[in-house]
């Protein structure tokens, strides 16, 4: 479509959330989402675009570990929608165009503060969904380190919002990471990877009907949107200028559909730190780091032998993944440059420790409960793909009730073509392993034949994780206590036009006692 020139733009660092106050007792935040216009690539003329504090991505949140934090989420955006908004989803069909309701991806919150679907709300809390209780959102914070987001959630719109520009990083640090002496200030650098195209007038392209188009409805969802460009940090194809040390990269990769498979050119290891949950148990070095939306990885790089050098970040993940179009090199297959020519300021004594924080694994015999989830998919009326899961839209009562406290290992069942990011809300679960089966027999009979043993975890994965990939032909299993809040929480696949449509079930939380099916 708009052909960009690569590497034009310094890489933005969106700035820290200032509190209205902080004290002993809790920190207060205001957050307004407002639209506003930002240069994304010099080249291009201001686009228009959806942000927290009127910003893309929104400003970093960062908190301590037990710290009480207190947000004001305030809508101020317009009454309309300026992506197309497909009427015929759940949550559209009536009732405002522009919702939005703000979840904090990775966190333990109790359930009125999650971002539920239906807890949205409108400009000025007018119109609010079945589900709203508050306007100021309590985020306790009692977990470990780690790197989460927060992005929008109002049902049936999430794509939309999110790719107008509405995620953010939420940075939560705690003492061990302090001990650790990793790199920090200017060294330390979120990353938020996502894809996007333009209109010639450098408005932001989504698409209004898949291809081809369906007769009846318009605008409609599509299977999945991908862009043609490359954004970090909300600015297309940015360099970013390093001195020969150690650097800290909290990477997200917050696009729709898009999944990332990274590696240097020209080659530098990659030491991956953290999963979406926290730190690994210790580092490990990668070549390449695979990325599926909502993933995140803590890494280290070091460029202290890179002196002058300027190194790209390619990416070589397919879209869909992973049997889909291969990224084209010369476009999608390229994320961002580094270029080492900055002078050291002073000794690097940042420290890349052999041992982090101990993830000790949930062992399999404490499981009460075993589920399976097949990766359904269906035509609806318009002929139109759904996806599912276990077939059962999002309107359908609650089918999972975990008891708060009890272990549960879920079976992610996918006999179809796409990889699907599975996440699951409150919760930080552990991979246990994947396993390829007869996909053929399966559709024939619903019965698993495995074709070849479990695959362990990979130790990059060995972490703790809120969102899964489920391979196509694979058995991923998981495990995970649930809890520790009771309530009503959701869970779902995380490609983004999935999850819009119908990709999505509720979740309840019960307590002990209290019937887990
Ligand atoms: Cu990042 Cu329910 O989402
Ligand atoms: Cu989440
Ligand atoms: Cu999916």
């Known amino acids: ?23 002993e007792k809790e920190t207060f935040y205001v957050v307004r989402m407002m639209q506003a216009y930002q240069t994304l690539h010099s080249e291009l ?8 504090e009127g910003m893309y991505p929104g400003p970093v949140i960062c908190a301590r570990k037990k710290e009480k934090v207190l947000i004001r989420w305030e809508n101020h955006l317009p009454e309309k929608h300026f992506l197309p908004v497909d009427k015929t989803l759940h949550g559209t069909m009536d009732g405002p165009e522009v919702r939005t309701v703000v979840h904090l991806h990775g966190a333990k919150v109790r359930p009125e503060s999650d971002g539920y679907p239906e807890a949205w709300f409108t400009n000025n809390y007018e119109q609010t969904g079945s589900y709203f209780s508050r306007r100021v959102y309590w985020y306790p914070n009692c977990q470990q380190a780690a790197t989460l987001w927060y992005h929008d959630h109002a049902l049936g719109i999430t794509r939309l919002n999110v790719y107008a520009g509405l995620a953010g990083f939420y940075l939560l640090r705690d003492s061990l990471e302090r001990k650790l002496n990793l790199p920090k200030g200017s060294y330390e650098i979120p990353l938020l990877i996502q894809d996007r195209s333009f209109n010639p007038d450098g408005s932001l392209f989504y698409p209004s009907q898949p291809e081809p188009p369906v007769p009846g409805v318009a605008p409609s969802i599509t299977p999945g949107f991908a862009g043609d460009v490359i954004l970090v940090n909300g600015k297309v194809w940015p360099f970013l200028a390093v001195e020969p040390r150690k650097y800290r990269f909290r990477i997200l990769n917050g696009s729709n559909q898009r999944f990332y498979r990274v590696r240097f050119d020209p080659e530098l290891p990659i030491y991956q730190i953290g999963t979406d949950g926290g730190f690994l148990s210790a ?39 992973p049997t889909g179009t291969p990224a084209d090199p010369e476009t999608t297959g390229q994320i961002m440059e580094f270029r080492v020519v900055l002078p050291l300021k002073g000794k690097d ?4 420790p052999d041992q982090l924080c101990p993830v000790i694994p949930i062992p399999e015999n404490l499981a009460k409960v075993r589920r ?77 034949v495995f074709t070849s043993p479990p695959v362990p975890p990979s130790p990059a994965e060995q972490g703790w994780k809120d969102t899964i990939r489920n391979n196509p032909g694979e058995v991923t299993r998981i495990i995970a206590r649930f809890g520790p809040y009771t309530g009503r929480y959701v869970w779902h696949c995380h490609l983004l036009e999935h999850e819009d449509y119908d990709m999505m079930r509720p979740l309840e939380v019960v307590s002990k006692g209290a019937a887990n099916r």
Request: hydrophobic share 40%; net charge positive; proline share 10%.
């Open 45 to 52: 003329p201001a686009t228009r675009i959806w942000g927290y």
């Open 349 to 352: 004594v940042s420290f890349l």
């Open 283 to 321: 580092p490990v070095k990668l070549e390449e780091l695979l990325l599926a939306p909502a993933e995140r990885a803590d890494v280290i790089v070091d460029f202290s032998d890179c002196k002058g050098k300027h190194l790209i970040l390619r990416n070589d993940a397919p879209v869909p993944f």
């Open 372 to 448: 399976d989830f097949v990766m359904t998919v269906r035509r609806d009326q318009y002929g139109r793909l759904v996806f599912l899961l276990n077939g059962k839209s999002w309107q359908e009562p609650v089918t999972e009730k975990p008891q708060r406290g009890v272990v549960e290992i879920w079976n992610l069942i996918n006999p179809g073509f796409v990889a699907h990011p599975i996440h699951i809300h409150q919760i930080q679960f552990q991979l246990l392993n994947r396993q390829p089966f007869d996909v053929e027999h399966f559709n024939r009979t619903q019965e698993l």
């Open 1 to 23: 479509m708009v052909s960009l020139k690569k590497y034009l733009d310094p890489l933005p660092i969106p700035p820290i959330l200032k509190p209205k106050y902080r004290n």
